[in-house]
């Protein structure tokens, strides 16, 4: 299974080859040789990004359900897990 992550681009490198995508606050540079027609008007965007490449582009509201889904699978992972340790499974 191969999971991409949502993260918003905060800055495009001047060959437009690379962005500054922030992850939650963990900023890490992107490769955007994947994506078509890369330009300054992706900034405040979102890139689902897979082994450094930003695969798709995303309108901000997309990123930001996208994480907001994220957000409530780990708090419902995490109940599940205390749970079983709760009752020594």
């Known amino acids: ?14 060959d437009k080859k690379a962005a500054t995508v922030d992850f939650g606050g963990v900023k890490q540079e992107v490769r955007l040789d994947l994506l078509y027609g890369v330009d300054d008007f992706m900034i405040g965007n979102y890139v689902l990004v ?3 490449y930003a695969i798709q582009l995303m309108s901000q509201q997309e990123g930001k359900e996208t994480l907001k889904l994220f957000s409530e699978y780990a708090d ?13 499974i």
Not at 81 to 88: D, I, N, Y
Request: net charge negative; aromatic share 0%.
């Open 50 to 52: 897979h082994v450094g």
């Open 76 to 88: 419902a992972l995490e109940k599940e897990l205390q749970g079983e340790s709760e009752h020594g």
């Open 1 to 14: 299974m191969c999971l991409a992550i949502p993260g918003k681009i905060i800055k495009i490198s001047d």
